[in-house]
């Protein structure tokens, strides 16, 4: 059974900086696209961040130039650093990854942003 499973969420000042990490772990043979998406109470879940087997990257307009995901397709990670944040990006942050064909989700991480 493949897991996702986040780290590096807690509480941040505005300005600040957090870096999430997310390790896959199960059976494996191979990953194609990671990303993160994130999700306030009540409403929608959205894209923040993707990343391509091959190292490709979408972000989100919102988070570009701010934000950088990466990965260590050796370990199965996958990382989003966010840098100057905003009060407003306080959400839960998802990982995903699709493993052999199935797209999985990680539980996630809370990431609060105070003023």
């Known amino acids: 059974q493949v897991q996702l499973v986040e780290s590096g969420g807690g509480l941040v000042q505005a300005g600040g900086s957090l870096r999430l990490s997310c390790a896959t772990s199960?059976?494996?043979?191979?990953?194609?696209?990671m990303g993160w998406y994130r999700q306030a109470p009540g409403k929608q879940r959205d894209l923040v961040a993707r990343?391509?087997?091959?190292?490709?990257?979408v972000y989100a307009d919102s988070v570009k130039g701010r934000f950088t995901i990466s990965r260590d397709n050796a370990k199965n990670t996958v990382f989003l650093k966010m840098n100057s944040l905003k009060t407003e990006e306080t959400d839960v942050y998802y990982c995903?990854?699709?493993?052999?064909?199935?797209?999985?989700w990680g539980k996630g991480t809370l990431v609060t942003v105070s003023s």
């Open positions: 995903t990854a699709v493993v052999d064909g199935m797209l999985h």
């Open positions: 199960g059976i494996i043979v191979s990953i194609r696209t």
């Open positions: 990343i391509s087997s091959g190292g490709s990257t």
